[in-house]
Structure formats: structure tokens, C-alpha cells
T-cell receptor, first 116, second 116 residues
Framework: KAGVTQTPRYLIKTRGQQVTLSCSPI?????VSWYQQTPGQGLQFLFEYFSETQRNKGNFPGRFSGRQFSNSRSEMNVSTLELGDSALYLCASSLGWGLGPRNEQFFGPGTRLTVL | EDQVTQSPEALRLQEGESSSLNCSYT??????LFWYRQDPGKGPEFLFTLYSAGEEKEKERLKATLTKKESFLHITAPKPEDSATYLC?????????????????FGQGTILTVHP
């Protein structure tokens, strides 16, 4: 069974540009969450989608947005990039409801974004 | 606000020298506590989920335990390939609307180095 895939794996952008990152969850998983990982702040929750609806959002500015498609694939967008947005962006998928194995989140390899 | 504190920040062991990593947490109703392993440049790899105090889970040389305030990851006779960053995360009970399935709150991690 294929794991979570993220594209692209690496990106270099300049300040002021915008970027779109993509995540394909494990087959059958309906919940997708996004996290930002930096050396100083660690892993921080960005947002969570289930059945094309945003269920929860972390404390990030409105420049960070996302969406989920009917096939559960998800994209996140960052507009007007700032130097501080340089980070590893991780996507995690889960079945999306209840307890037990359905609650387990599996991460993709991440997209390394560098803002110059 | 949910909080997770991991200790120590870094741990150096000799091959075969058993030890434990600590994860202390405060959460408004624990739905699950997760342990992940992360290698440099990769996404976190799922290890365990624990749901209630007293629960224990094992996988090869790793054993995770849970109390009402903390979790321990015991590493028995570690090998150099166990070197990685170990992350602990908590997931809170569903909110009043019952719509938040995901959101993991992570600790800063423990960097484990096992020398041959």
C-alpha cells in the first residue's frame, strides 16, 4: 500500500511569491492535516481537512490556506512568501474518525521550502 | 492550551545501554498520545498510539507506556540504527462540535544517538 506522497519535494522561492504544495493521502484515508516544521518552533499544526471541509485551523496568518478535493487529495497555498516561511511542510493522513487505528496519522516525506 | 514537553533534549547511549525518554503533557481530555521517529530530512514515522493510562505497547526494542500525566519510551539494548529524533504528540478530545479529528500537538523531540 502506497504511503503519503507530497510534491514537490524541494522548492526555492523568493520573497513575495506564492507557492502551492500538494499531498496525496494513503488510499482510503479521508482526513488530511498539514504541519510546518522549523528548527526553532518544531512541528506546528496548520490545518485539517475531512470530506473537503476544513475542520480545524492552527495559529497561522491568512496567507496560509488549503483545500481538499473529492478524491481526498489536498493542496496548501502560501501567498506573499516571507523569509520566515522557510520550513519543511508535512502532510499527514488518517482514516479520519473514531478511535483506534482510524485515529493514527501517517506522514509524508515533506516539501522543503526555501524562501530567499 | 495543550502542551507537550519532552526530556532530555538529547541523549547519547552506547550500543546495548538501555534508557528511557520522557514525554510530559497537559491536555483538555486526552484522546490519544502518539510516538513518532524522525530521521534527518524525512517525515515522522509512526511508532505507537496510546489511549488510556496504564496502556503499554511494544515494537522490537521499543516499549511505550502511559500515565495520566506522562508517557515513557523505553529503549532496550539500542543499536546504532535506533539513532533518530523521537517525537511525542497528543491529540485532544473532540471539540464540542465533534468536528476536529486530527490536530496533533508535538513536543520538541529527543535526539537519540547510539554509538557502536
Amino acid at each position: 500500500k502506497a504511503g503519503v506522497t507530497q510534491t514537490p519535494r524541494y522548492l526555492i522561492k523568493t520573497r513575495g511569491q506564492q507557492v502551492t504544495l500538494s499531498c496525496s493521502p494513503i488510499s482510503g484515508h479521508r482526513s488530511v492535516s498539514w504541519y510546518q516544521q522549523t528548527p526553532g518552533q518544531g512541528l506546528q499544526f496548520l490545518f485539517e481537512y475531512f470530506s473537503e471541509t476544513q475542520r480545524n485551523k492552527g495559529n497561522f496568518p491568512g496567507r496560509f490556506s488549503g483545500r481538499q478535493f473529492s478524491n481526498s487529495r489536498s493542496e496548501m497555498n502560501v501567498s506573499t512568501l516571507e523569509l520566515g516561511d522557510s520550513a519543511l511542510y508535512l502532510c499527514a493522513s488518517s482514516l479520519g474518525w473514531g478511535l483506534g487505528p482510524r485515529n493514527e496519522q501517517f506522514f509524508g516525506p515533506g516539501t522543503r521550502l526555501t524562501v530567499l | 492550551e495543550d502542551q507537550v514537553t519532552q526530556s532530555p533534549e538529547a541523549l547519547r547511549l552506547q550500543e546495548g545501554e538501555s534508557s528511557s525518554l520522557n514525554c510530559s503533557y497537559t491536555v483538555s481530555g486526552l484522546r490519544g498520545l502518539f510516538w513518532y521517529r524522525q530521521d534527518p530530512g524525512k517525515g515522522p514515522e509512526f511508532l505507537f498510539t496510546l489511549y488510556s493510562a496504564g496502556e503499554e505497547k511494544e515494537k522490537e526494542r521499543l516499549k511505550a507506556t502511559l500515565t495520566k500525566k506522562e508517557s515513557f519510551l523505553h529503549i532496550t539494548a539500542p543499536k546504532p540504527e535506533d539513532s533518530a529524533t523521537y517525537l511525542c504528540a497528543v491529540q485532544a478530545q473532540l471539540n464540542a462540535g465533534g468536528t476536529s479529528y486530527g490536530k496533533l500537538t508535538f513536543g520538541q523531540g529527543t535526539i537519540l544517538t547510539v554509538h557502536p
